[in-house]
């Protein structure tokens, strides 16, 4: 079994950053790609970004797009979420995932609260 386990959530004012971390333990060999994804309260979960093992194939949300950076330490088994400039529209629950094979991603962490406000 593979767990994920985010952390680095927490409450902060509109321009101000946050860096999320999320390591995995477990059997992680597998696990080639990794991405994080958040959840609004009463809005769909959407994705945010995901990085591949290599770490030079990343992809990101518009919504994110030059102010969030994924990074990945395979050595370590986790990957950062840098968050720059936040806005309070990046309220959410973020979680963590894994998968084999992009865009399947079949393993979840249990999330960490962002709260920006204005």
């Known amino acids: 079994q593979v767990q994920l386990a985010e952390s680095g959530g927490g409450s902060v004012q509109a321009g101000d950053s946050l860096r999320l971390s999320c390591v995995a333990s477990?059997?992680?060999?597998?696990?080639?790609?990794m991405g994080w994804f958040r959840q609004a309260p009463g809005k769909e979960r959407d994705f945010v970004a995901g990085?591949?093992?290599?770490?030079?194939?990343?992809a990101y949300a518009d919504s994110v797009r030059g102010r969030f950076t994924i990074s990945r330490d395979s050595a370590k088994n986790t990957i950062f979420l840098q968050m720059n400039s936040l806005k309070p529209d990046d309220t959410a629950v973020y979680y963590c995932?894994?998968?084999?094979?992009?865009?399947?991603?079949?393993?979840w962490g249990q999330g960490t609260q962002v709260t920006v406000s204005s």
């Open positions: 995932a894994a998968g084999t094979t992009w865009p399947s991603f079949e393993t």
């Open positions: 477990g059997r992680t060999f597998s696990y080639y790609i």
């Open positions: 990085v591949a093992a290599s770490g030079s194939s990343i």
